[in-house]
């Protein structure tokens, strides 16, 4: 299939593709619903507003994508396929019509992008072995890096969604309690160890009610989309804070994630089996079918502005043990609702060779193995004026569905 709208093979959005996100532009700043579409923003308040969309322009005149979502996954699901036909390379309504198009079309270079959802929660799992083995190795006991629970739960935290940023919101270093080593009192400081970790999220698109659970069965119509996610952490108040309740100021100064919002009817035609469960899980995890999808994922860093950025990192998310379905299942299956728009990290996405890891506490073994940067310094841990990117993309036959980018800039530290 191909649109009027160019998308090289590489671009992340062709017409197979069309997320949702939120923009604005200099001519109009207030934020609304968009679709990507090759290097162009699909403006669809205004697509609304000209007849050519059956929903009113007013779930479209949004600051978020939350109104939309809570129209239900078969409106989510016509709305594409809606779109998806306006765009075809032999349609001739919007193809034909220049002053439509003037209206409905912003080049993506002239758009600001905004955080596209209203998040009430945010969970962060921890779903990667090779990860939970490389930080478990690390921070407690190589002779038994994986925790006794890790293959039967899915491990999870509440996050912080106050925090959650779009892509491009520079940050400050943070600052907090820290105990160096050879000390016997920690010291407040700022943050020496910073790190990102690799992720992806996902959205809830269908909430459940208090004490209805969501069955395995059902799981995936309750999720809207996915993003990348960077859940920056301070890898040194961390491991004086997280006994025993787990993380809390380390990860919650901030969270970035991706401004398009990738829907599961583009991800479908990449789903792959996930990596076989021993043991077996309980019953209420249990599932059938390909539940891992064939995500292509890397980390670039940019040491300051004038160099140039250089991946550090390339892994797949399909190497993931714990699927988003198993992830959603067991969050809910004490009751625990959920609701629109609530974010779900999948966890570090780190693969089995070292270039696949997902963190800098693991492609450094926590800053004894220092990068060695094209501009000849060194990285153990992230410094001020380093730019952190992550990009992700589908492959396929002749084209891409693509995620774009999530990056964030590091800035000194309050003080
Ligand atoms: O194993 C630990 O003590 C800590 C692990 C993490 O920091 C990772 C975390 O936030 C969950 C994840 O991203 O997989
Ligand atoms: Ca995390
Ligand atoms: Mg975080």
Redesign the pocket.
């Known amino acids: 299939m191909k649109s009027f709208v160019p998308a090289p093979p590489e671009s992340h959005f062709p017409i197979q593709n069309l997320p949702f996100g939120v923009f604005s532009t200099a001519a109009n700043p207030a934020p609304r619903v968009g679709v990507a579409i090759g290097d162009q923003v699909l403006d669809l308040a205004a697509l609304a507003e000209s007849g050519l969309l059956t929903l009113s322009r007013e779930v479209f005149r949004q600051p978020t994508l939350n109104a939309f979502i809570a129209l239900g996954r078969q409106t989510w699901r016509s709305t594409r396929a809606s779109i998806s036909e306006l765009l075809r390379h032999d349609n001739l309504q919007l193809r034909d019509n220049q002053a439509l198009r003037d209206k409905v079309f912003v080049a993506q270079e002239q758009a600001t992008l905004h955080l596209p959802l209203e998040i009430p929660g945010y969970t962060?799992?921890?779903?990667?072995k090779e990860?939970?083995t490389n930080?478990?190795s690390m921070?407690r006991d190589p002779a038994n890096a994986l925790l006794p629970n890790w293959l039967h739960i899915p491990i999870g935290y509440n996050g912080r969604a106050s925090s959650v940023v779009v892509s491009g919101t520079p940050l400050q270093r943070p600052m907090g309690q820290l105990k160096l080593p050879d000390a016997d009192a920690p010291v407040f400081g700022a943050c020496r160890k910073l790190d990102f970790?690799l992720?992806t999220g996902f959205i809830i698109g269908q909430p459940n009610a208090l004490g209805e659970p969501i069955d395995i069965a059902n799981a995936e119509q309750h999720i809207f989309g996915m993003v990348l996610l960077n859940?920056w952490?301070a890898r040194d108040l961390?491991q004086w804070e997280?006994v025993p309740l787990g993380?809390f100021n380390s990860?919650s100064f901030a969270t970035s994630i991706s401004p398009w919002v990738v829907t599961m009817d583009a991800l479908e035609p990449f789903r792959v089996d996930s990596p076989a469960q021993q043991p077996q899980p309980l019953p209420y995890l249990q599932q059938s079918g390909k539940n891992g999808y064939d995500i292509t994922l890397e980390v670039a860093l940019q040491p300051g502005a004038v160099a140039q950025p250089q991946t550090i990192c390339r892994t797949n998310f399909k190497a993931m043990y714990w699927t988003m379905v198993q992830q959603l299942a067991h969050h809910t299956v004490s009751g625990c609702n959920t609701r629109i728009g609530d974010l779900m990290?999948s966890?570090?996405i780190s693969g089995s060779t070292p270039e696949a890891y997902g963190s800098l506490l693991e492609l450094t073994w926590n800053g004894k193995n220092p990068l060695s940067l094209a501009d000849g310094s060194q990285r153990s841990f992230i410094q001020d004026g380093d730019e952190v990117a992550m990009t992700g993309w589908c492959q396929g036959d002749g084209y891409r569905v693509g995620f774009g980018v999530v990056s964030g800039k590091i800035l000194p530290a309050r003080g």
Not at 124 to 128: A, Q, T
């Open positions: 962060d799992f921890y779903s990667s990860h939970a930080v478990g921070f970790e992720e859940d952490s961390q997280y993380p990860k990290g966890g570090t």
